[in-house]
């Protein structure tokens, strides 16, 4: 069975920082894709970034370059997404999502995704 559970959103003042995580149940993380996506109020979803095992990391949107970044655990099969300098356009929810077809997809009809956490960025 294949489980995403994300955490670590909430609120943070422009400027700010966050550290999302995603926990990972029913495969391992030397497989498959994991990308970041978020949704504000409104808005079609966008994806954020898509990390895969053989050591590429897609960077989807030029506007979180250099500002998000992605890492993981294998231990404890987690993944992060590290948000700094956070700007009021960064509110909204915030999913992770896998692929463990092959080849995997970074995409918006990804397999398998979590159930979301908020961010909220304001002053």
């Known amino acids: 069975q294949v489980l995403l559970v994300e955490s670590g959103g909430g609120s943070a003042q422009p400027g700010g920082s966050l550290r999302l995580s995603c926990t990972v149940s029913?495969?391992?993380?030397?497989?498959?894709?994991i990308a970041w996506f978020r949704q504000a109020r409104g808005k079609e979803r966008e994806a954020i970034l898509c990390?895969?095992?053989?050591?590429?990391?897609?960077y989807i949107g030029d506007a979180m370059k250099g500002r998000f970044s992605a890492s993981r655990d294998n231990v404890r099969n987690t993944v992060y997404l590290e948000m700094n300098n956070l700007k009021p356009d960064d509110t909204g929810v915030y999913y992770c999502?896998?692929?463990?077809?092959?080849?995997?997809?970074?995409?918006?009809?990804?397999?398998?995704w979590g159930q979301g956490t908020q961010v909220t960025v304001s002053s």
């Open positions: 999502a896998a692929d463990l077809r092959t080849p995997p997809l970074c995409y918006s009809g990804m397999e398998y």
């Open positions: 990390s895969t095992g053989d050591k590429r990391t897609l």
């Open positions: 029913g495969f391992t993380l030397d497989k498959g894709a």
